[in-house]
C-alpha cells in the first residue's frame, strides 16, 4: 500500500469512527480493536493507529497503555463537576463583564441563537455545538480575565464531548419549520433578553438555570448500540 493509499484508510476509518460515535452507533466504553477494524476494512494497522490517535486528540477516545483504544466513558461525577465549575466560569465572567456588552456582542448571541435552532433542524450536531459555544464564550469575553475565558472555553469543549455521548439531540427530531424553538436557543434566547434590559441580576439567574438542565438533558443509557464489528457489516 502506497503512503497516499495508507492516508486515505487513515481518513476513512477516522470518519467512521467519528460518525459512529458521534452518532451513539458505539456505546461508551466500547474497545476499538485493531484487529476487527483490520479485518473489516482489510488494512494493516499502520493507518488505523493513526485514525485512533486522531481520535484522542480530538477527546473523543482514551488510549490507554498496555489495554488499547476506548470510547470515552466519563462517568456522571465527572460530568456534573464540569458542569459545575463550568457554571461558576461563566457566572463570574458575566458578573465581570456587566455593563460592558456591546450591540455587536448581542449580535453575536443572536446570531448564535439563529445558527444553534438551524443546526437542530438539520440535526447537525457539530454545526449546533459549534453555535452553543459562540454564544457562551461571547458572554464571558467580556469579563476582562483572558484565563477566565480560556478555561471556559475548554470546558465547552469537554461539555460539548458530553453532549454528543449522551445528549437527546438525535431523539427529537426537531423540524425548525414546524417545532416550537428549542429549549436550548429558548434559555439563550432569554439570558439575552435579560442582558439587553441591562438586568445582570435575572441574566445570572437564566444562565445557571440553563447550565444545570444542561445536565439533566444527558442521558448515560440508550438502546441501540453496534458491536464494533457490525459497523461495516454492509461494506
Known amino acids: ?32 480493536l485493531e484487529t476487527i477494524i483490520s479485518e473489516r476494512m482489510q488494512v494493516s494497522r499502520t493507518p488505523i493507529r493513526a485514525a485512533l490517535r486522531k481520535l484522542a486528540q480530538e477527546g473523543l477516545i482514551d488510549l490507554v497503555p498496555n489495554r488499547g483504544a476506548f470510547v470515552i466513558q466519563p462517568s456522571q461525577e465527572e460530568i456534573q463537576e464540569a458542569y459545575q465549575m463550568r457554571a461558576k466560569l461563566e457566572l463570574m465572567g458575566l458578573e465581570l463583564g456587566a455593563g460592558q456588552f456591546t450591540e455587536a456582542d448581542f449580535q453575536r448571541m ?8 438551524a443546526a437542530l433542524g438539520q440535526s447537525d450536531v457539530l454545526a449546533y455545538l459549534a453555535a452553543n459555544k459562540a454564544f457562551h464564550h461571547t458572554l ?10 480560556s478555561m471556559t472555553d475548554q470546558l465547552l469543549d469537554k461539555t ?3 453532549v454528543m455521548l449522551y445528549d437527546l439531540f438525535y431523539d427529537r427530531q426537531y423540524r425548525a419549520d414546524l417545532d416550537p424553538i428549542p429549549t436550548g436557543a429558548q434559555q ?8 439587553r ?21 444527558l442521558k448515560t ?15
Open 1 to 32: 500500500m502506497t503512503q497516499s493509499e495508507k492516508s486515505s484508510m487513515e481518513q476513512v476509518i477516522y470518519e467512521d469512527l467519528k460518525q459512529a460515535i458521534l452518532k451513539r452507533k458505539l456505546r461508551p466504553g466500547t474497545q476499538l
Open 110 to 117: 443572536e446570531e448564535a441563537c439563529h445558527d444553534e435552532t
Open 140 to 149: 464571558v469575553s467580556r469579563s476582562g480575565n483572558r484565563f477566565l475565558v
Open 160 to 162: 460539548s464531548i458530553y
Open 188 to 195: 439563550h434566547r432569554s439570558i439575552l433578553a435579560a442582558l
Open 197 to 217: 434590559a441591562g438586568d445582570v441580576d435575572q441574566a445570572s439567574k437564566r444562565l445557571e438555570e440553563h447550565i444545570m438542565e444542561s445536565v439533566a438533558g
Open 221 to 235: 443509557t440508550r438502546p441501540g448500540y453496534l458491536g464494533l464489528d457490525e459497523l461495516w457489516r454492509d461494506s
